[in-house]
């Protein structure tokens, strides 16, 4: 079976530039997570989605940051305009009800540099 | 409310040696612990889990045990091998909170040399 599915892997961007970054979860997974990875935060949690609904979005930065997911199987990041600070590693990680406490499927990252 | 609380690293040893890697946890409910593994290049993997008190994860020779009274989940294995090089995050679920809405520590790097 295929994992999450995460694009880009890598995305080397300007200052005020426009970023997407994408995602397919694990299909029959209800729950999608995007995560941020920075050495000096570790892992945050920006947002997640039930159902395609988004629940909590507290963890998410600033105004500059949206997540959708228009349908069970796709999902977006996006950061505008960008700023060198976002400089990360994003993870989306999808999760099913009937699995185990706990357990996310991360997907490989999206490793963004903001120049 | 809710967090968790890994040793630093970075973690150096040689094959064969044993590895601790200390975790303790504040948490508001009655959380379920998990251990996740990163390894380089990759995303984090589920390693093992315990979802009650004295409950002990085991996998691919690594153990954690759930200790409610010291509130740790302290990862051990007797053995490392050079392919245990990868980043150790210790994590917990509030059960009161949504499935899946994890707490991480910090990350510990481990680094195995022949």
């Known amino acids: 079976d295929a994992g999450v599915i995460q694009s880009p892997r890598h995305e080397v961007t300007e200052m005020g530039q426009e970023v997407t970054l994408r995602c397919k979860p694990i299909?029959?997974?209800?729950?999608l997570f995007w995560y941020r990875q920075t050495m000096m935060r570790g892992l945050e949690l920006l947002i997640y989605f039930n159902n395609n609904v988004p629940i909590d979005d507290s963890g998410m930065p600033e105004d500059r940051f949206s997540a959708k997911m228009p349908n069970a199987s796709f999902s977006t990041l996006k950061i505008q305009p960008s700023e060198p600070r976002d400089s990360a590693v994003y993870f989306c990680a999808s999760t099913e009800r009937g699995q185990g406490a706990g357990e996310l499927f991360f997907g490989e990252g999206s490793r963004l540099t903001v120049l | 409310g809710n967090s968790v609380t890994q040793m630093e690293g970075p973690v150096t040893l040689s094959e064969e040696a044993f590895l601790t890697i200390n975790c303790t946890y504040t948490a508001t409910g009655y959380p379920s612990l998990f251990w996740y593994v990163q390894y380089p290049g990759e995303g984090l993997q589920l390693l093992l889990k315990a979802t009650k008190a004295d409950d002990k994860g085991s996998n691919k020779g690594f153990e954690a045990t759930y200790r409610k009274e010291t509130t740790s989940f302290h990862l051990e294995k007797g053995s490392v091998q050079v392919s245990d090089s990868a980043v150790y995050f210790c994590a917990l679920e509030d059960r009161g909170s949504t499935l899946g809405r994890l707490y991480f520590g910090r990350g510990t790097q481990l680094t195995v040399w022949p």
């Open positions: 299909s029959g997974h209800d729950y």
